[in-house]
């Protein structure tokens, strides 16, 4: 049997790794186009190592999406993301991924789909399919490409790169009625969760950048400076992270059930638990004083805990820090600049948000931070022909 190729470019964004495709070399009968890309990534892997696909058998790496030209007036690429489980046959493609998506604007550059100057930032308007939110990335360009090489370092990157800012737009509900789209899906910034065998826990459940559900650390028995070998070596905390987890989005409205959310939608709602500041060693080895940080915070992604923070977690926690009442801001709101500073497994992130309140509802306008992107592979990824045909 014959191999497929498909053109692909495989891009480092933020702290994690994927494949982008172009919409129109990929099949268009969902069914087909998922299992050609879970075939692309590696998945379902029985052995957890994704040995024969491009994924890297973590959630930070075993990612895919898909960009085209779009048909609004004030976007100008379509984005969609899917979170491809490692062992599972699911794509979870309900909500976004905030790291990737500065790779996002560079890929439209590259293909074609976005113009740019030759020298400057291109502007790149993005509209984020999955949910349904606009999007502003500011790529910088030299000599008529984009620039991907510079001196801002990430914290979770080993390497400096250019700079990108991004701006996550109108992150609150859009007014139509939907109570699982408005900014607090419960009407509250903090609920009360019961747990079986663990009791009460208080959680803020917020939609800004993905569905995200916000906890205090020492409701799950942490501290907040906690690194992944802390966390993903008990089964039994991963599994109550997974009871929380699934039970608020059933609460949130985005599942009907909390096996539904287990078994079909594990990507979205994120949990991520906070604390106040501590000093701490990082994943790199680097000293993080109690000084360098407004609050502490760690998010599970895919049943683990991220190595970094998602990008969309960052959105949430800044939109939180806006907000009278919530978690965040009862340990930390932003400063008088607007951002706040927490610190995560690989080191610090500085994010900004802009709030406002009608009186009776609060909503944010927007939330900024900045990440780096860079081209790792351009070319074709191979599939056996029977994943399906590509293309239009």
């Given at each position: 049997?014959?191999?497929?190729?498909?053109?692909?470019?495989?891009?480092?964004?933020?702290?994690?790794?994927?494949?982008?495709?172009?919409?129109?070399?990929?099949?268009?009968?969902?069914?087909?186009?998922?299992?050609?890309?879970?075939?692309?990534?590696?998945?379902?892997?029985?052995?957890?190592?994704?040995?024969?696909?491009?994924?890297?058998?973590?959630?930070?790496?075993?990612?895919?999406v898909i960009v085209?030209?779009?048909?609004?007036?004030?976007?100008?690429?379509?984005?969609?993301?899917?979170?491809?489980?490692?062992?599972?046959?699911?794509?979870?493609?309900?909500?976004?991924?905030?790291?990737?998506?500065?790779?996002?604007?560079?890929?439209?550059?590259?293909?074609?789909?976005?113009?740019?100057?030759?020298?400057?930032?291109?502007?790149?308007?993005?509209?984020?399919?999955?949910?349904?939110?606009?999007?502003?990335?500011?790529?910088?360009?030299?000599?008529?490409?984009?620039?991907?090489?510079?001196?801002?370092?990430?914290?979770?990157?080993?390497?400096?790169?250019?700079?990108?800012?991004?701006?996550?737009?109108?992150?609150?509900?859009?007014?139509?009625?939907?109570?699982?789209?408005?900014?607090?899906?419960?009407?509250?910034?903090?609920?009360?969760?019961?747990?079986?065998?663990?009791?009460?826990m208080e959680v803020?459940?917020?939609?800004?950048?993905?569905?995200?559900?916000?906890?205090?650390?020492?409701?799950?028995?942490?501290?907040?400076?906690?690194?992944?070998?802390?966390?993903?070596?008990?089964?039994?905390?991963?599994?109550?992270?997974?009871?929380?987890?699934?039970?608020?989005?059933?609460?949130?409205?985005?599942?009907?059930?909390?096996?539904?959310?287990?078994?079909?939608?594990?990507?979205?709602?994120?949990?991520?638990?906070?604390?106040?500041?501590?000093?701490?060693?990082?994943?790199?080895?680097?000293?993080?004083?109690?000084?360098?940080?407004?609050?502490?915070?760690?998010?599970?992604?895919?049943?683990?805990?991220?190595?970094?923070?998602?990008?969309?977690g960052a959105v949430?926690?800044?939109?939180?820090?806006?907000?009278?009442?919530?978690?965040?801001?009862?340990?930390?709101?932003?400063?008088?600049?607007?951002?706040?500073?927490?610190?995560?497994?690989?080191?610090?992130?500085?994010?900004?948000?802009?709030?406002?309140?009608?009186?009776?509802?609060?909503?944010?306008?927007?939330?900024?931070?900045?990440?780096?992107?860079?081209?790792?592979?351009?070319?074709?990824?191979?599939?056996?022909?029977?994943?399906?045909?590509?293309?239009?």
């Amino acid at each position: 049997m014959k191999q497929t190729r498909i053109a692909a470019t495989y891009m480092r964004g933020g702290t994690s790794k994927g494949v982008f495709f172009r919409a129109e070399d990929l099949p268009v009968e969902r069914d087909q186009r998922d299992q050609l890309l879970m075939r692309v990534i590696g998945s379902p892997d029985r052995y957890g190592k994704h040995i024969d696909g491009m994924g890297g058998a973590t959630s930070s790496t075993s990612k895919v999406v898909i960009v085209s030209r779009s048909s609004r007036s004030d976007s100008d690429v379509d984005y969609l993301f899917g979170a491809v489980a490692v062992g599972e046959p699911v794509i979870d493609w309900s909500g976004n991924c905030g790291n990737l998506t500065s790779a996002v604007g560079p890929f439209a550059i590259h293909a074609g789909l976005v113009d740019a100057p030759s020298d400057g930032v291109g502007i790149v308007r993005i509209w984020q399919a999955n949910i349904q939110r606009r999007i502003i990335a500011h790529v910088p360009m030299a000599g008529g490409s984009v620039q991907e090489i510079g001196d801002f370092e990430l914290d979770g990157v080993p390497f400096p790169a250019a700079e990108i800012p991004l701006e996550f737009l109108d992150l609150a509900s859009d007014g139509a009625g939907d109570d699982a789209g408005a900014m607090f899906p419960s009407g509250s910034p903090v609920d009360t969760l019961q747990v079986p065998g663990a009791g009460a826990m208080e959680v803020t459940l917020i939609n800004a950048g993905n569905p995200t559900i916000l906890i205090h650390a020492a409701s799950l028995g942490l501290t907040g400076v906690e690194l992944q070998k802390d966390v993903n070596d008990r089964p039994e905390l991963l599994a109550l992270a997974e009871v929380v987890r699934a039970q608020c989005a059933v609460m949130m409205g985005l599942v009907g059930s909390a096996a539904e959310a287990t078994a079909k939608r594990p990507h979205t709602p994120k949990l991520a638990f906070i604390a106040h500041p501590a000093s701490y060693t990082a994943s790199d080895g680097k000293r993080i004083d109690t000084g360098d940080v407004d609050l502490l915070a760690r998010i599970f992604s895919m049943g683990q805990l991220h190595h970094a923070m998602t990008g969309t977690g960052a959105v949430a926690i800044a939109a939180a820090a806006a907000i009278p009442g919530t978690i965040v801001h009862q340990v930390a709101p932003l400063d008088a600049q607007g951002f706040i500073r927490f610190g995560h497994p690989s080191g610090v992130l500085r994010v900004g948000a802009e709030a406002m309140s009608d009186g009776s509802d609060w909503s944010v306008r927007k939330v900024t931070m900045s990440r780096s992107a860079r081209r790792l592979m351009e070319g074709w990824v191979c599939v056996p022909a029977d994943c399906g045909s590509a293309g239009r």
